[in-house]
């Protein structure tokens, strides 16, 4: 079946360590993007990329990083400079970036602070 | 400043009713809108997107109305299924041939025996 895996489902980090996220989609879509999401908040743009070794940054980008070094695989790393990264992240992909393109998402990862 | 603007409720009512949720954007540039529908500690699913004319997927409704900037989801008959988090989306144009999507925070739906 296609979709788009996010791994792991939980994940906790210590005070001061970078931790990656991952996404995986295997429906051949061109642009990938991050979000994040705090409780009763909408969705904030972290880092989108619309084609491989190519990336920009979101409306949020400033303690994570992220890579785009094959088409499927779309990894966001969480630096020990996001002071406040407790939230619910989550990766999407569309086929192309274009109007009329809704973002199907990957099932997400909840990060929390040891 | 791009903004989409829904009312969080929580709307509660019984099964069987009617009932609407509005949603209005600031970009009049905005090119396509959907709705989403996000369950508790789940991630945001299509529910349908907004066409110009209207459009009708089984007991829900999409409006849109460009002039006003205003996008409008009616559910008719509700479920007890129907409970989540109504997601107001819009897509616009961002520059450098890309598009981006900005999210409102969502209507609470409960409906109740």
């Known amino acids: 079946d296609g979709g788009i895996t996010q791994s792991p489902k939980y994940l906790f980090r210590k005070e001061g360590q970078n931790v990656t996220l991952s996404c995986e989609q295997n429906?051949?879509?061109?642009?990938m993007y991050w979000y994040r999401q705090d409780p009763g908040q909408g969705l904030r743009l972290i880092y989108y990329s619309q084609i491989v070794n190519d990336f920009q940054k979101g409306d949020i980008a400033e303690g994570y990083s992220v890579s785009r070094e094959k088409k499927e695989s779309f990894p966001l790393t969480v630096t020990s400079a996001q002071k406040n990264p407790t939230a619910f992240y989550l990766c999407?992909?569309?086929?192309?970036?274009?109007?009329?393109?809704?973002?199907?998402f990957g099932d997400g990862t909840r990060l929390s602070i040891l | 400043r791009k903004e989409v603007e829904q009312d969080p409720g929580p709307f509660n009512v019984p099964e069987g009713a009617t009932v609407a949720f509005n949603c209005t954007y600031s970009n009049s540039a905005s090119q396509s809108f959907f709705w989403y529908r996000q369950d508790c500690r789940k991630e945001p699913k299509l529910l349908m997107s907004v066409y110009s004319s209207g459009n009708e997927d089984g007991r829900f409704t999409a409006q849109l109305n460009r002039a006003s900037q205003y996008i409008s989801l009616l559910i008719r008959d509700s479920k007890l299924s129907d409970s989540a988090t109504y997601l107001c989306v819009v897509n616009s144009y961002s520059g450098a041939g890309s598009y981006q999507l900005t999210f409102g925070k969502g209507t609470k739906l409960s409906v109740i025996p």
């Open positions: 429906l051949n879509h061109d642009a």
């Open positions: 999407a992909s569309i086929p192309y970036t274009g109007a009329g393109q809704p973002q199907h």
